[in-house]
Structures are given as structure tokens and as C-alpha cells.
């Protein structure tokens, strides 16, 4: 019998420590931050509740990873709605899963 487990536990990506303070810096400065900024906060917090309660980091850690990539996205986002797509014959994904469960 061995001490050791039969799997390598997946290695969660911690952030660095300082990342939060750099992403809602970028926040600020983004053109969005009247509603980015205010949003982030209540995630962070209810992030930080939640890591308080469960003793777990993987929470705030999910919060940074989502708005890093949210910041990081927002050019593409903006160069799509600028060209003058049309978005409207698309269906919204939680009505499509609807008619699936019907």
C-alpha cells in the first residue's frame, strides 16, 4: 500500500496576489467602469463571504479569472458590435436548453 495517491491533483492557477488591485485598477480605466466597477465589488465581496465561510480561495480565484478574461475580451466585443453584425437571429442559449427539457 503506498502513502501517496494513484493522481496528481489538478493544479488550480492562483493569481498573483496582487491581481485584484491590477484588475479593478484596469476597471477603473475602462470606458465601462461606471457598471464594471460596482459589479466586480459585489463579486469580490460576496467572494471574499464565501472564502471566509468555506475556508477556500478557488471562489476569489474565479472571480479574477472571469474579469481578466471579461477586460481582455472587450476589444473583440467592441470590433464586433462596431461592425453593424446583426445579432438578431440568434437565440438566446437559456431558451434554447428550455425547449430541451419540455
Known amino acids: 500500500m503506498r502513502a501517496q495517491p494513484d493522481h496528481?491533483?489538478?493544479a488550480t492557477y492562483a493569481p498573483a496576489p496582487g491581481a485584484p488591485a491590477e484588475l479593478l485598477a484596469q476597471l477603473r480605466?475602462?470606458?465601462?467602469?461606471?457598471?464594471?466597477v460596482p459589479a466586480f465589488e459585489r463579486e469580490w465581496?460576496?467572494?471574499?463571504?464565501e472564502s471566509r465561510r468555506t475556508f477556500s480561495l478557488n471562489?476569489?480565484?474565479e472571480v479574477v479569472h472571469v474579469w481578466q478574461a471579461?477586460?481582455?475580451s472587450a476589444p473583440a466585443v467592441d470590433t464586433?458590435?462596431?461592425?453593424g453584425h446583426d445579432e438578431s437571429g440568434f437565440i438566446d442559449m437559456a431558451e434554447l436548453?428550455?425547449?430541451r427539457l419540455r
Not at 480605466?29 to 464594471?36: I, Q, T
Not at 465581496?45 to 463571504?49: K, R, V
Not at 464586433?80 to 461592425?83: G, K, P, W
Open 29 to 36: 480605466s475602462d470606458r465601462r467602469a461606471e457598471r464594471w
Open 8 to 10: 496528481t491533483p489538478v
Open 45 to 49: 465581496g460576496a467572494a471574499l463571504e
Open 97 to 99: 436548453r428550455g425547449r
Open 70 to 72: 471579461r477586460l481582455a
Open 59 to 61: 471562489t476569489l480565484y
Open 80 to 83: 464586433f458590435v462596431a461592425s
